[in-house]
């Protein structure tokens, strides 16, 4: 089992920049690739970022490539997404999540993560 715990969301204006944290525990030494979702109401959660388990190979949505950029640091077992010109559409809850993959390449696809957080809020003024 692997729990996880997002921080770092909360009110930014737009073209502003906040940074996510996402701390793992429990089963953190087994190998996983993680993921930032995100949900916005009324609407489907969607993929934003994941990463490999060593950090070797990343994944964006079109939507936030350039503007995210996510990163872990395994010894600190965190992983974290930097988000920059934001913009009031990026406005949702931000999920993180885990796989168990030791794979090259994170998968992006929801129904394949194993483990969620419970979300941080971020929200975008105009």
């Known amino acids: 089992q692997v729990q996880l715990v997002e921080s770092g969301g909360g009110l930014v204006q737009a073209g502003g920049s906040l940074r996510l944290s996402c701390a793992a525990s429990?089963?953190?030494?087994?190998?996983?690739?993680m993921g930032w979702f995100r949900q916005a109401p009324g609407k489907e959660r969607e993929f934003v970022a994941a990463?490999?388990?060593?950090?070797?190979?990343?994944s964006y949505a079109d939507s936030t490539k350039g503007r995210c950029t996510i990163s872990r640091d395994n010894a600190k077992n965190t992983v974290y997404l930097q988000m920059s010109r934001l913009k009031p559409e990026d406005a949702a809850v931000y999920y993180c999540?885990?796989?168990?993959?030791?794979?090259?390449?994170?998968?992006?696809?929801?129904?394949?993560?194993?483990?969620w957080g419970q979300g941080t809020q971020v929200t975008v003024s105009s």
């Open positions: 999540a885990a796989r168990y993959s030791a794979g090259y390449f994170p998968t992006t696809t929801k129904n394949e993560y194993n483990y």
């Open positions: 429990g089963r953190t030494s087994s190998r996983y690739a």
């Open positions: 990463i490999n388990w060593s950090g070797a190979t990343t």
